[in-house]
């Protein structure tokens, strides 16, 4: 495999807070980008994730995914290459999640203006 690309969020590194990851499950707000968009991505970042980390049969974008039923966070997520699309109500925790696990994979954003 390729050396792996190492993305930061510049805007969190101030943050100095505790982990605060929620025990209740996601909701899904159903979104989804489109498949030509989720490959032009993969080929920019020079792979493809493993995993889909919040997804549902209908919006998933990888054949392996974690629905609302399984609580995506109370899996680990450091064991395999992911794919974040998160509920944007919920993305404080997955940025969180993310650093504190040394997670690897590709986060969708949503471009607030």
């Known amino acids: 495999m390729s050396e792996k690309k190492n993305f930061e969020v510049g805007c969190l590194q101030a943050l ?5 990851i929620s025990k209740t499950k996601w909701k899904s707000s159903g979104y989804a980008v489109t ?8 080929r920019w970042a020079g792979f493809v ?11 998933k ?3 392996r995914y974690w629905t609302q039923e399984v609580d995506s ?3 680990r997520w450091d064991v395999l290459t992911l794919w974040w699309n998160p509920p944007f109500d919920r993305l404080y925790e997955v940025v969180e999640k993310i650093i504190s696990e040394k997670a690897f994979g590709i986060l969708i954003v949503p471009k607030w203006q």
């Open 16 to 20: 100095k807070a505790e982990p605060k």
């Open 35 to 42: 498949k030509s968009w989720f490959d032009r991505v993969c």
């Open 73 to 75: 966070f109370l899996q």
């Open 61 to 63: 974008r990888l054949e």
């Open 49 to 59: 994730p493993d995993l889909d980390v919040f997804a549902n049969a209908k919006n």
